[in-house]
C-alpha cells in the first residue's frame, strides 16, 4: 500500500510539503485515535511532538518512546511502529518522511 489515507481516523492530517521522496506532514491525534501498528520499507519516519505527551512504540526493537513536546525520534524502515498520545490522550506532531519512496504496510497486532 502506498498511502495512508482512510486508513485510520486523525483529527487533523495536513500535508506541509512534499517532493519526490520527502514528505512532511502535520498530524493531530484525539483521544482514543492512533496511527495503527506499520512500517515503511524505504523510508525513515522522524517524529517531531508539537504537544504531548506522545508515544511511539517499537518493534525490533521492542520500545516505548515517549516524547514532549520538542522532543524528536526517528524510525528507521522496516521498523514496525504505533503512535498515540500517552495513556490514550489526544497528540499533535510533524512527521518528516523520507529520503526514499513512501510506502505504508499494516501489520498484524
Known sequence: ?????????????????????????????????????????????????????MQILTRNPDATHVLQPGETLAVPPDTPHYVSGEDGGPCRFMIVQGVGEYDYVPVEE
Do not use: K, N, S
Not at 517532493?19 to 519516519?45: K, M, N
Open 1 to 53: 500500500m502506498t498511502r495512508d489515507e482512510g486508513i485510520y481516523p486523525a483529527d487533523t492530517r495536513v500535508t506541509l510539503a512534499e517532493a519526490p521522496g520527502l514528505r512532511v506532514r502535520l498530524l493531530a491525534l484525539d483521544a482514543g485515535q492512533c496511527v495503527p501498528w506499520h512500517y515503511h520499507t524505504r523510508i525513515t519516519d522522524t517524529f517531531f511532538c508539537m504537544q504531548g505527551p
